[in-house]
């Protein structure tokens, strides 16, 4: 991972133009390609980036990053106050609670019951991580489908980040999304339904409850 601190005007044109005017900032730049702009605030959030597949090009105090979408984002460094690279190595990935690996295997164990698919594969390598669960539709489309305890902003723009990552397979495309929780936050649902993804609120005792009818011996 790269870390630039800079004192930089950023100008992203694509979908819609923005502008950020100079200021000291973070520039990060992942093994993958992403390249993120951030503050000294506002959390975890960057206040803009490119998602790799991307394309850097640093020129004369301007990097300029492209994608196969037409997206530019153009970073003019004014000045650089500190810029280091450090080799962080794979990441084992997210390790889930208790509660949200238990809900994961009661759908997969569950999947045509509960959520009207049929599962292919559970934990599905991607090259950013894996998918929850892999199912196909009643229709036979590949469903990538994110299991949450509580469903938020975060979870749908994960599950996006996956489509887009599966959607580049020949095989397997179109995949939709499904994101699946305990109770879905009103800002996840608008989000998800702006980006096709459906979610899906289930009741975790029941699915217990169907668990334990399972194991019954008599």
């Not at 390790?95 to 295997?105: P, S």
């Not at 164990?109 to 991607?126: I, K, M, S």
């Not at 590949?142 to 996956?162: P, S």
Request: negative net charge.
């Amino acid at each position: 991972m790269r870390l630039v601190i800079a004192h930089c005007s950023v100008q992203y044109t694509g979908r819609l133009s923005a502008q950020l005017p100079p200021a000291t900032r973070l520039v990060m730049v992942k093994a993958d390609g992403c390249v993120a702009v951030h503050a000294d605030g506002g959390a975890y959030k960057p206040l803009n980036w490119m998602n790799a597949p991307n394309r850097l090009v640093e020129a004369d105090g301007v990097w300029i990053v492209t994608n196969p979408k037409g997206e530019i984002l153009t970073i003019t460094m004014e000045e650089v106050i500190s810029d280091t690279a450090w080799e962080m190595g794979p990441d084992p990935g997210l390790q889930k609670d208790g509660v949200e690996a238990h809900l994961q295997a009661l759908l997969a164990a569950h999947c045509d019951q509960h959520l009207g698919l049929r599962l292919v594969r559970r934990e599905y390598p991607t090259d950013i991580g894996p998918v929850d669960l892999l199912c196909k539709g009643p229709d036979g489309v590949t469903i990538a489908v994110e299991v949450k305890r509580r469903g938020d902003i975060d979870g749908v723009e994960q599950l996006g980040r996956y489509l887009e990552f599966l959607n580049r397979d020949p095989l397997l495309r179109p995949v939709r999304g499904m994101l699946v929780a305990q109770s879905v936050r009103p800002q996840a649902r608008v989000l998800a339904t702006d980006r096709g993804i459906r979610w899906i609120e289930v009741d975790y005792d029941l699915l217990r409850g169907a668990e334990s009818r399972d194991l019954r011996l008599f």
